[in-house]
């Protein structure tokens, strides 16, 4: 199961194996102070171009040290090159990442390296500190670009003529949902056919009600999930019982587990939805429709809000950089993961449409949804990353057929407990 924020990682490329780059030439690379080999799954021209950039003026301020480019094809990174690059002779000083267990793996194998004793001075302050994550209490992975996997996109024109405000609180956007439902609108666009779209949502539900310490435990193979801890999958439950994703003529009760996350951006894009939940990335749908004048309505966006009483959390991919610490270079490889993550490179990245940790970022686009995302993700205080990401691929699909069966009437909040039980007790007998 492949989330669409990790699709735009997978770009088809005409090499399965990473090849190790020294300018235009193929090249070995050996251990040294003076050589740092960086691993990474940038392989659009458009940010190869930024790469090379930095590289180019990180070398100049920092002779006599080169930097050797090692570019997965982003799948094979992703499925078992992460891995592999550890097992040669031959490993890197400084590779890419996502947050969650792939580097708490890392961490946990020794093949990532506490980078505090190297950072600059104030070289913190410049990141917003809900994407710097601490484990046991060091740094190792410095942020590049987050996605944000929930957003309520909505159409403007139909608030305005309903008299209806973004909603503060969850229980103020259950309301909304009723009133669009009340007015014969389809409430919410939604395709789960593929199950990470609306798991995605459970996700920052439970992260929501239950902190990201507690969520984090219930992925873990020793711990039994309580009927209470799943009460933040109420909403999900709310919205199938009272209508919220479907209406007659437009979409039929369960159909949201048949129609594809694609199929619902239609919906909602061609205005027979009010609203649609779906990641950061839709921002480059928006600016598609708009430029073949296929979109009739202005946007809004805002986050899915918490309850009252609730935490303020929300979920997204953070990707990064992390420094291996086996490197003969530490100093340098981590100076040179600040070049890439500083204001000059960053602003290059998001006119690529990265969204960046930097607390700056805002100023780096004029495009107002795109301001806006930035003005949520600076205010959100607690980050916790999508299952697929976050934890063991086995355990997030638990958790997502656990959501797709809430919404497709196949599971009740209150039987979901057990029925994820069960599932984790299967894997624990085949040693997962």
């Not at 982003?74 to 400084?94: A, C, K, M, N």
Request: with cysteine.
């Amino acid at each position: 199961m492949v989330n669409a924020h990790l699709k735009r990682w997978f770009p088809v490329v005409g090499f399965a194996a990473a090849l190790v780059f020294t300018g235009d030439h193929l090249a070995l690379s050996r251990s040294s102070p003076e050589r740092l080999r960086f691993a990474h799954t940038f392989t659009a021209d458009s940010e190869r171009t930024i790469v090379n950039a930095a590289i180019a003026e990180f070398e100049q301020e920092h002779p006599p040290v080169k930097i050797e480019q090692v570019v997965f094809n982003s799948e094979t990174y992703q499925t078992i090159g992460w891995r592999l690059q550890f097992h040669g002779r031959q490993q890197p000083d400084v590779f890419f990442h996502w947050r969650g267990f792939k580097v708490n793996y890392a961490v946990e194998r020794g093949w990532a390296m506490d980078m505090t004793p190297y950072l600059s001075p104030g070289f913190l302050d410049q990141l917003l500190p809900s994407t710097v994550q601490r484990i046991k209490g060091g740094i190792y992975l410095l942020p590049q670009s987050v996605d944000i996997s929930n957003l309520v996109w909505y159409n403007q024109d139909v608030f305005a003529r309903l008299g209806l405000a973004e909603p503060a609180t969850l229980e103020q956007w259950r309301e909304v949902c009723l009133r669009l439902r009340a007015a014969k609108l389809l409430p919410l666009a939604q395709g789960n056919r593929d199950l990470w779209p609306m798991g995605n949502f459970g996700e920052e539900l439970l992260g929501q009600s239950l902190g990201a310490a507690r969520l984090d435990r219930l992925f873990q193979s020793g711990t039994v999930v309580e009927p209470t801890d799943l009460r933040g999958l109420g909403t999900l439950e709310f919205f199938r019982t009272n209508g919220c994703l479907d209406l007659p003529g437009v979409l039929e009760p369960g159909g949201i587990g048949a129609m594809s996350d694609i199929d619902a951006k239609v919906v909602f894009l061609t205005g027979k939805s009010a609203q649609h939940i779906v990641g950061s990335w839709f921002l480059a749908d928006i600016a598609d429709a708009r430029a073949k004048n296929e979109l009739r309505f202005p946007v809004g966006l805002f986050p899915a809000p918490s309850g009252v009483g609730e935490l303020d959390a929300m979920t997204s991919v953070t990707t990064g950089f992390l420094v291996n610490p086996a490197t003969k270079n530490p100093r340098a490889a981590t100076a040179f993961i600040e070049l890439l993550l500083s204001r000059k490179y960053q602003s290059q990245f998001a006119a690529l449409g990265n969204l960046s940790a930097r607390k700056d970022a805002a100023s780096f686009t004029s495009e107002p949804l795109g301001q806006r995302m930035l003005e949520i993700l600076a205010k959100t205080p607690v980050i916790v990353p999508p299952p697929d990401t976050g934890y063991l691929p086995e355990h997030a699909n638990i958790f997502y057929e656990v959501c797709g069966k809430i919404l497709t009437g196949k599971l009740t909040v209150a039987s979901a407990a057990e029925y994820w039980n069960d599932q984790k007790r299967n894997l624990a007998r085949k040693g997962l």
